[in-house]
C-alpha cells in the first residue's frame, strides 16, 4: 500500500544531478535503471499506487480505475465514471486520488475522490467502493457537495498508521484576499487537509470538534506520503512562486493566501506570528508544479534511500518537469538536498509510487503541457541486478511480445493464446491510427517499412484485459 513509500532554491540546498542515459538504461550513482514502458496510450494517470494485491492501481482523470498486472503490463478497467466528471477530464477536474483499505484483504475497501457537476458547477465528492475481484462496485458516498471549480480541486489521498484518511482538498481559486478566503474560512472543506474515519464519519479526536478539518490555509495539496517517524509530507502548488514541501501538523494554519512559502516579508511575518503560521520545509520559485510524493527507503536503489520522490509537473511553462528526490536529514525534518532526474523525457510527470519486491520506481506521465494530454505512458524504472528476497504474487494472465525494436523495416507480434479473437490496434504519437485488425493467430508480422520514422504503440485487448508495446521505427 501507499505507506511503503528551478531558477531560484533555498541556498545550498540542491545539486542539480541530471543522469546519464545509454539507451534505454540510466545511471543513477552506481546504480543502473532499466526505463521500462509499462502502460501505453492510458489518457492522463493521475494516482497510481502500489495495492496490497501486488498490482498497480490507478485513476485517470478522464474517469477510470484501471488494475495493472506490473509483471506483463496488463490493465483492466476496474470502473468507468467517464459520464459522470466535467469535460472528460480535459480540464483540472475529473477522478483524483485514490486509497485503499489498510485491512485489504478483510475489508475491501477503495475510497476514491472525483469531480461532478451539480446544474453548472463543479462539486466534489469523496466515495467508498467494495472490490470484488473483478469491479469496483456499491459506491457509497461518505462526502459530497464539496465546492469545486474548473482549478484547484486537489485531490490526494492518505491511509495514516492510525487508521484515518486524509485528504487534501484545492482553494477552488477563489482568490488571494485572506478576509472571506475559503482556505481561511474553518467552517469551509477548501483550501484544507481533511481527516476522516474509514467509514466517513468525523473522528472524535480531530482539532476541531465535529468538523472534518484537520490543518487550514492549504492551496491546492497534490501530493500526500507517510515518512519516517509517523511523519506526513505534503506537497502544494503556490501562485507564481513558491510551490512548497510541507509537515503536516493538526490544528495548524498554513498561511494561504496571505503568506505564500515562508514567512519572509514583513506582512507575512506579522500575519505569521499572529496566526501561528506552520512553514514548509522546503519552496521552489518560480513555479514547477510540484504533485505526487512517496518516501523511498529501498535497497534496490542504495542512492534514493532516505529520500522523498516527487513527481513534477513543471509549471505553467512546463519548463521544469522531471523527478526529483528530496534527500532527508535522519529524523526527516530537512531537506538536504535535491537531486533532478528524467528531465530529457521532455514529460510532465504527475504521480509515482513503487514495488515494496524489486524496489522499481513507476511514474505516471502526462503529455507536454498544461494541463495535460494523452495518450499517456506509466513508465518503471528498475535495478535489474536487483536481486528481491520475495518475488511478486502476480500471475502472468497474458502476454504480448514485440520485436525487434527498434524495427525499420518489419516487426513483430506474439500474442498468447488469451488473446485469441481479440482486437489488436497500432497508433502513432502523433494521434494517426496505423492499423485495426482481429487476433486470428498468435504471429502478426506488421510491415513498417513505409511507415514515417517515430514512435508507435500496440494496444492488444482481449477479455482478459489489455496489453500495451511501445516501439520505435528508424
Not at 226 to 232: D, F, R, V
Not at 404 to 424: E, H, I, Q, R
Not at 433 to 453: G, H, R
Request: charge should be negative; aromatic fraction near 10%; hydrophobic fraction near 35%.
Amino acid at each position: 500500500m501507499k505507506s511503503l513509500t528551478t531558477a531560484v532554491l533555498l541556498a545550498g540546498l540542491m545539486s542539480c544531478t541530471q543522469i546519464a542515459k545509454s539507451q534505454d538504461t540510466w545511471q543513477v550513482g552506481n546504480t543502473t535503471l532499466t526505463e521500462i514502458d509499462l502502460v501505453t496510450g492510458v489518457n492522463l494517470p493521475w494516482e497510481i499506487l502500489w495495492g496490497p494485491d501486488d498490482y498497480i492501481w490507478a485513476t485517470t482523470r478522464p474517469g477510470y480505475v484501471i488494475r495493472i498486472n506490473p509483471e506483463t503490463g496488463n490493465y483492466t478497467t476496474i470502473l468507468d465514471k467517464s459520464s459522470v466528471v466535467p469535460q472528460n477530464g480535459s480540464g483540472e477536474p475529473g477522478m483524483l486520488g485514490m486509497a485503499l483499505h489498510p485491512d485489504f484483504e478483510n475489508n475491501p475497501k477503495v475510497y476514491i475522490v472525483y469531480n461532478y457537476m451539480s446544474g453548472q458547477n463543479v462539486r466534489e465528492r469523496l466515495s467508498m467502493f467494495d472490490w470484488d475481484g473483478t469491479n469496483l462496485i456499491n459506491e457509497e458516498y461518505l462526502i459530497t457537495d464539496i465546492l469545486g471549480n474548473w482549478i484547484h480541486d486537489g485531490s490526494r489521498l492518505l491511509v495514516t498508521p492510525d487508521n484515518k484518511l486524509l485528504m487534501s482538498t484545492g482553494d477552488k481559486g477563489d482568490g488571494t484576499n485572506p478576509v472571506g478566503h475559503s482556505s481561511q474560512t474553518l467552517s469551509s472543506l477548501n483550501g484544507k487537509i481533511l481527516r476522516i474515519n474509514l467509514d466517513g464519519t468525523v473522528p472524535d479526536d480531530n482539532p476541531i470538534a465535529d468538523s472534518y478539518v484537520y490543518s487550514w490555509g492549504h492551496r491546492n495539496g497534490q501530493g500526500l506520503c507517510l515518512g519516517p517517524n509517523g511523519i506526513i509530507y505534503e506537497s502544494e502548488h503556490g501562485q507564481s512562486n513558491s510551490d512548497e514541501l510541507n509537515i503536516l501538523e493538526p490544528n495548524r494554519n498554513f498561511g494561504w493566501p496571505a503568506v505564500q512559502g515562508v514567512c519572509n516579508t514583513a506582512a507575512e511575518i506579522t500575519y505569521c506570528e499572529d496566526n501561528n503560521i506552520k512553514e514548509p520545509i522546503m519552496e521552489w520559485s518560480p513555479c514547477i508544479a510540484v504533485n505526487g510524493i512517496e518516501y523511498y527507503n529501498h535497497p534496490a536503489i542504495p542512492e534514493w534511500q532516505n529520500s522523498i520522490i516527487m513527481a513534477v509537473l513543471g509549471g505553467l511553462g512546463a519548463n521544469y518537469k522531471r523527478v526529483a528526490v528530496l534527500h532527508m536529514s535522519a529524523d526527516g525534518l530537512t531537506v538536504e538536498s535535491e537531486d533532478l532526474y528524467f528531465q530529457s523525457i521532455g514529460q510532465r510527470f504527475r504521480d509515482v509510487c513503487f514495488n515494496p519486491y524489486t524496489g522499481s520506481v513507476y511514474v505516471a506521465c502526462n503529455g507536454l503541457q498544461y494541463p495535460g494530454n494523452g495518450p499517456n505512458i506509466i513508465k518503471e524504472f528498475k535495478n535489474m541486478a536487483y536481486l528481491s528476497v520475495e518475488d511478486a504474487k502476480t500471475s502472468v494472465d497474458q502476454t504480448l511480445e514485440l520485436y525487434p525494436n527498434p524495427a525499420t523495416t518489419v516487426t513483430s507480434l506474439n500474442f498468447s493464446d488469451s488473446f485469441m479473437g481479440g482486437k489488436v490496434s497500432v497508433y502513432a504519437f502523433t494521434g494517426e491510427t496505423i492499423l485495426e485488425d482481429n487476433i486470428n493467430s498468435s504471429k502478426m508480422e506488421l510491415n513498417c517499412e513505409k511507415w514515417a520514422a517515430g514512435t508507435y504503440f500496440v494496444r492488444a485487448v482481449s477479455d482478459k484485459g489489455t496489453i500495451t508495446k511501445t516501439f520505435v521505427i528508424q
